[in-house]
């Protein structure tokens, strides 16, 4: 009596119906952040080897009236399946973009690039190029300062599409780094034929670059790729300093990550480089 208790349990998880209502809570209050102004860009530093900030990486986070600030592994999923990540993500470019056009006086920040994550799924609309040229127009970015961080999934399908518009956002001074490279499951081949600037090398390599050694053999090839194909190459999730001088042993002189710094507030970021241009 007492197994089949359990299996009935099973077919009616009171558990799995709240997790349902949490989903369908959570969509119509996704729908409302952007009328409600609940989304935020953090900012983490990217450093050159003597630890001198480069640029940042923009971050969204949700403001949310009860739970605080949410992490985007909570939502980002979600917004692709709503197709909500198109507006959000408009939004996140032209944030970014105003940062860009409001940092043009200052010569420290005015050096700073802001890389700006596109989701597939935005990237893939039909009216991509049109909205972000529209963003484009109208905050008057310095674009030679903006770089897209786009993902190895960009380019199992539909690969001249995604060329194409690249090609057109380059021709503007936008440049491309590929990011959590290596977590893909493409073929190395579309590398040659994309426009890249840069190979963003995953920080779940980078974590494990001292304890494991296939991992330091897939960082060592990394690089050893960009190298080759003249691209720039950033290593992310750095936490230590072995970490750093491991990688710097091997060639690669770009960094993000903990040890660095955290992403935090857009005063935040701009308070640690004029502390930086001080010293
Ligand atoms: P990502 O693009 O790979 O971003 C790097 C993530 O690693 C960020 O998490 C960052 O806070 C975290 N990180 C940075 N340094 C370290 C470190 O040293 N150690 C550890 N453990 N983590 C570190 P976050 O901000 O939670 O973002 C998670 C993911 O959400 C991002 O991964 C990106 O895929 C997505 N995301 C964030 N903002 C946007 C956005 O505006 N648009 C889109 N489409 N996706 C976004
Ligand atoms: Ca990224
Ligand atoms: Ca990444
Ligand atoms: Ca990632």
Same mark, same amino acid.
């Given at each position: 009596?007492?197994?089949?208790?359990?299996?009935?349990?099973?077919?009616?998880? *009171?558990?799995? /119906?709240?997790? !349902?209502?949490?989903?369908?809570? &959570?969509?119509? +209050?996704? @729908?409302?952040?952007?009328?409600?102004?609940?989304?935020?860009?953090?900012?983490?530093?990217?450093?050159?080897?003597?630890?001198?900030?480069?640029?940042?990486?923009?971050?969204?986070?949700?403001?949310?009236?009860?739970?605080?600030?949410?992490?985007?592994?909570?939502?980002?999923?979600?917004?692709?399946?709503?197709?909500?990540?198109?507006?959000?993500?408009?939004?996140?470019?032209?944030?970014?973009?105003?940062?860009?056009?409001?940092?043009?006086?200052?010569?420290?920040?005015?050096?700073?690039?802001?890389?700006?994550?596109?989701?597939?799924?935005?990237?893939?609309?039909?009216?991509?190029?049109?909205?972000?040229?529209?963003?484009?127009?109208?905050?008057?970015? *310095?674009?030679? /300062?903006?770089? !897209?961080?786009?993902?190895?999934? &960009?380019?199992? +399908?539909? @690969?001249?599409?995604?060329?194409?518009?690249?090609?057109?956002?380059?021709?503007?001074?936008?440049?491309?780094?590929?990011?959590?490279?290596?977590?893909?499951?493409?073929?190395?081949?579309?590398?040659?034929?994309?426009?890249?600037?840069?190979?963003?090398?995953?920080?779940?390599?980078?974590?494990?670059?001292?304890?494991?050694?296939?991992?330091?053999?897939?960082?060592?090839?990394?690089?050893?790729?960009?190298?080759?194909?003249?691209?720039?190459?950033?290593?992310?999730?750095?936490?230590?300093?072995?970490?750093?001088?491991?990688?710097?042993?091997?060639?690669?002189?770009?960094?993000?990550?903990?040890?660095?710094?955290?992403?935090?507030?857009?005063?935040?970021?701009?308070?640690?480089?004029?502390?930086?241009?001080?010293?």
């Amino acid at each position: 009596a007492k197994g089949s208790g359990r299996q009935a349990l099973r077919f009616f998880d *009171p558990s799995m /119906q709240a997790a !349902l209502h949490a989903k369908v809570k &959570l969509e119509a +209050e996704l @729908r409302q952040a952007l009328e409600n102004q609940q989304w935020r860009l953090h900012y983490q530093p990217q450093v050159d080897r003597h630890g001198s900030f480069t640029g940042v990486e923009a971050l969204l986070r949700w403001e949310h009236p009860e739970r605080g600030l949410v992490s985007p592994a909570e939502f980002i999923p979600l917004l692709e399946s709503t197709g909500l990540i198109n507006d959000v993500g408009e939004w996140v470019l032209e944030e970014a973009c105003q940062q860009l056009a409001r940092w043009v006086y200052s010569p420290q920040l005015s050096q700073l690039t802001i890389s700006v994550n596109i989701s597939p799924l935005q990237f893939r609309e039909t009216d991509f190029l049109t909205r972000v040229e529209q963003v484009f127009h109208h905050t008057q970015a *310095p674009l030679a /300062q903006l770089k !897209l961080e786009v993902t190895e999934s &960009l380019f199992v +399908e539909a @690969r001249d599409d995604a060329r194409d518009k690249m090609l057109s956002l380059k021709a503007l001074g936008v440049r491309f780094s590929l990011d959590d490279f290596g977590t893909g499951y493409s073929s190395l081949a579309y590398l040659a034929q994309l426009p890249l600037d840069q190979l963003k090398i995953d920080q779940s390599f980078v974590q494990q670059v001292l304890e494991s050694k296939a991992n330091a053999a897939i960082v060592e090839s990394t690089i050893a790729l960009a190298k080759s194909l003249n691209l720039d190459i950033i290593a992310e999730g750095v936490e230590t300093e072995a970490q750093q001088a491991w990688l710097m042993a091997h060639g690669c002189h770009a960094f993000q990550g903990y040890l660095f710094g955290r992403p935090v507030s857009v005063s935040d970021i701009e308070a640690a480089v004029s502390a930086q241009s001080r010293h």
